[in-house]
């Protein structure tokens, strides 16, 4: 945890503001390993005695959960996943826990979302396959505008690159949040390292290990934390910027986070905003899906109808309160990549939003 973001962006206590609705400052707890800039283990305790929750530091991320027992029971496995096993052994290891495994559920997103963030640096990728979130999100940074002076916020981050990119196109600090822990460690090894390091998939259950030189402009302006992006651990307004790249589809309350962003973005300041609607029932529950649950109801099943209105003060009775869209949406091409042979094309809703 960089000591700058901490002490600039002044996290608060994610229980007392799920359950009370209060925003209580973190102070720094327990330090076990430090240096200069940055706490990589120890501990964030709530403010209030009648809380007093600590929140690990654990390689340098803190958790900052509302249900942090919750998160942990979980991921608990994922935190002491060691990261020196050899290639070889790794696939070994794959081999034998099998293509249904845990293992190999984390590796298949850690290849998907390593390979679109990182893979348009190498130059063996061809170009216009790999990449699609840089371009989405340059597409909705342009279209937005200057943007006053002040932190980025990036909800969703994956392994990182959105968060680099705020940082290369800005001057300010840039916090990544998300609450999958592999991804995050890979992200925090580019901006420790400077190099992407994931498990590429060929076919089946064989995969080859990539290593991707990954240099950003203004990495030093970076951190990312394990945090849940229907409840980010601040008090509000206090961001220039707020990015969520194909996060929408992928939280339990799609209004929650539309309604987190407006309280996160400062006056004046602006959110991009992208998701192709892709529904599942392992993070959204179906009464949930906006408007993709019924062809019956007044939308016809457009989801894109609904989320204008819950993005139009007024609108809807779960509507944002704050921010105005700016322009029209956008479709913008998103290639995920399977495998060698396999890839899947999504044409993702791209908004602009200004508070």
């Not at 929408?248 to 309350?253: P, R």
């Not at 939308?299 to 007024?314: K, M, N, Q, S």
Request: with cysteine.
């Amino acid at each position: 945890m960089r000591l700058s973001h901490f002490e600039r962006l002044r996290p608060v206590c994610p229980r007392c503001l799920a359950t009370r609705g209060v925003a209580v400052p973190l102070a720094l707890g327990i330090v076990e390993a430090a240096d200069a800039d940055s706490v990589h283990w120890g501990t964030l305790v709530c403010g209030d005695q009648t809380c007093a929750m600590e929140y690990p530091i654990v390689d340098g991320a803190p958790i900052l959960v509302p249900d942090l027992r919750g998160w942990m029971a979980a991921n608990g496995h994922l935190l002491i996943t060691r990261a020196d096993i050899p290639a070889a052994m790794e696939g070994v290891l794959g081999d034998g826990f099998g293509p249904d495994s845990a293992f190999n559920a984390t590796r298949q997103h850690l290849s998907s979302y390593g390979w679109d963030h990182y893979g348009d640096l190498d130059p063996a990728t061809p170009d216009g396959q790999a990449g699609s979130v840089v371009r989405c999100l340059a597409a909705g940074l342009d279209r937005l505008g200057p943007l006053p002076a002040g932190p980025a916020l990036d909800l969703g981050c994956g392994a990182g690159r959105t968060s680099f990119e705020l940082a290369a196109r800005g001057e300010d600090l840039v916090l990544g949040l998300d609450l999958h822990w592999p991804l995050l460690m890979l992200a925090r090894r580019v901006m420790e390292r400077g190099e992407a390091v994931f498990p590429l998939r060929r076919s089946g259950i064989a995969y080859d290990r990539q290593r991707i030189e990954a240099r950003f402009a203004g990495a030093e302006r970076v951190d990312f934390w394990i945090g849940d992006a229907l409840f980010p651990p601040f008090a509000p307004r206090g961001f220039a910027l707020v990015a969520a790249m194909n996060v929408l589809d992928c939280v339990a309350s799609p209004p929650t986070l539309l309604r987190a962003i407006d309280g996160m973005v400062a006056e004046g300041g602006g959110a991009v905003l992208a998701t192709p609607f892709d529904w599942s029932t392992q993070a959204t529950p179906v009464e949930a899906w906006l408007g993709g649950h019924s062809q019956r109801g007044d939308d016809a099943g457009r989801c894109e109808a609904v989320l204008a209105r819950l993005l139009t003060p007024g609108a809807h009775p779960q509507s944002v309160e704050r921010l105005q869209l700016l322009g029209e949406p956008v479709d913008i091409p998103w290639t995920v990549r399977m495998h060698d042979r396999a890839i899947m094309q999504y044409k993702t809703h791209l908004m602009m939003l200004r508070a």
